[in-house]
Nanobody, 121 residues
Framework: VQLVEAGGGLVQAGGSLRLSCAAS???????MAWFRQAPGKEREFVVA????????LYAHSAKDRFTISRDNGSNTMYLQMNSLKPEDTANYYC????????????????WGQGTRVTVSS
């Protein structure tokens, strides 16, 4: 499975961005997730979605502001981020694993290269 993120950029606080993750290879029954890593900090879980889209997991920091979705027809996952804050500044990584969505990053087998999100105050 190969993953390629897109959609990062610079946005003012309170603004919105939509990230995408294009997947290729054998993605059937793979859960997908977004993680992020701020400068000087460890990579952390943001949100995950099951293969069917019926199950989603959100970190507290993302709940009510971020929305994950996926389109299996185009093998693409999306992250709609609203009401962005400076503390959302990070590299955002797409990840995938066979089976159910989980939070621990060590349980994901496939990773993209990341896309940078910068939120100015």
């Amino acid at each position: 499975v190969q993953l390629v993120e897109a959609g990062g950029g610079l946005v003012q606080a309170g603004g919105s961005l939509r990230l995408s993750c294009a997947a290729s290879g054998r993605t059937f029954r793979h859960a997908m997730a977004w993680f992020r890593q701020a400068p000087g900090k460890e990579r952390e879980f943001v949100v995950a979605i099951s293969w069917t889209g019926g199950t989603t997991l959100y970190a507290h920091s993302a709940k009510d502001r971020f929305t994950i979705s996926r389109d299996n027809g185009s093998n693409t996952m999306y992250l709609q981020m609203n009401s962005l804050k400076p503390e959302d500044t990070a590299n955002y990584y797409c990840a995938a694993r066979f089976g159910n969505p989980t939070m621990p990053l060590g349980e994901y087998d496939y990773w993209g290269q990341g896309t940078r999100v910068t939120v100015s105050s």
